[in-house]
């Protein structure tokens, strides 16, 4: 096998390299080549020694360019990854916002927006609550002052903001549209940017988070598990703004999160100077 350079007649592919400087390397134990090559070919410094062992010495170098994968495959990956998502979450039978939407899971028909039938979700929400924050039970006497019986209020915030709403009883205190404050009731759904509650009046209203103030109450003492479903004309089970509680303030403009993410999101302290 032969070439023709431009400038020559027909040269051997196999013959010899031409001699560098009319010399040949030769590299045993005792000249390796890196140094060597480094000392040699180094023309820009004064000392090449120098700069092979301040540079060089002792370090792991890449001598080799890594390979990055181009956009179409990491874009094919990204639609493989997705396709197994969406194949593992119909496996598992869990149904997306449009598909839930198009079934109407959502949607309470007007026999089922009465305000008695979500007490029992109510009060198991004051099971969980009791169990997230460690409250205390209810002392068998009267306690004089019952700030002294106030669990701590620092190790309260950091649970509550990660805390799931659903059956808790929100109001809105303060909020840049009149027409939403004093709306209270029992939230049923919570989405990234709204509450949707059952008032008191047997009503369902969507309140939205944005601009706006809640106020949430939380028991004093620890509430008892919740026991089966009772049926309406039993005795009503009271609420937690009947008993001994503790009131918190929520600002909508901070928690417009789903219940889902915020369980597994950082939340850094900053002030407000909203509304």
Not at 72 to 101: F, I, N, P, T
Not at 191 to 214: G, M
């Amino acid at each position: 096998m032969s070439y023709r350079a431009v400038d020559s007649g027909r040269k051997d592919v196999y013959s010899e390299l031409p001699l560098i400087n009319n010399e040949r390397l030769r590299f045993n134990g005792s000249t390796p080549f890196i140094p060597n090559y480094v000392k040699h070919n180094v023309t820009r410094s004064s000392d090449p020694a120098h700069a092979y062992a301040s540079r060089v010495e002792g370090r792991q170098i890449l001598l080799d360019n890594p390979a990055r994968e181009s956009k179409s495959k990491k874009a094919q990956d990204e639609k493989r990854a997705k396709r197994a998502s969406e194949r593992a979450r119909k496996d598992a039978g869990v149904l997306s916002k449009e598909e839930g939407r198009r079934k109407g899971l959502w949607k309470l028909r007007k026999e089922e927006t009465k305000f008695y039938l979500f007490i029992p979700l109510h009060t198991l929400w004051l099971g969980y609550m009791s169990e997230l924050l460690s409250l205390s039970p209810r002392p068998t006497r009267d306690v004089g002052d019952p700030v002294a019986a106030m669990p701590g209020a620092a190790g309260m915030y950091a649970k509550l903001i990660k805390a799931d709403f659903h059956g808790a009883i929100v109001t809105v205190r303060r909020s840049k549209n009149p027409c939403l404050v004093g709306l209270s009731g029992i939230v049923v759904h919570e989405t990234e940017n709204a509450f949707k509650v059952i008032t008191q009046k047997d009503q369902l209203k969507l309140i939205p988070k944005p601009n706006s103030v809640f106020v949430f109450a939380v028991p004093l003492y620890a509430v008892a598990a919740l026991s089966p479903l009772s049926s309406p004309s039993s005795q009503p089970r009271p609420t937690v703004l009947e008993i001994p509680h503790i009131e918190f303030e929520l600002y909508g403009n901070h928690f417009c999160f789903r219940s889902a993410e915020r369980a597994g999101r950082k939340f850094k302290h900053k002030e407000t100077i909203e509304l």
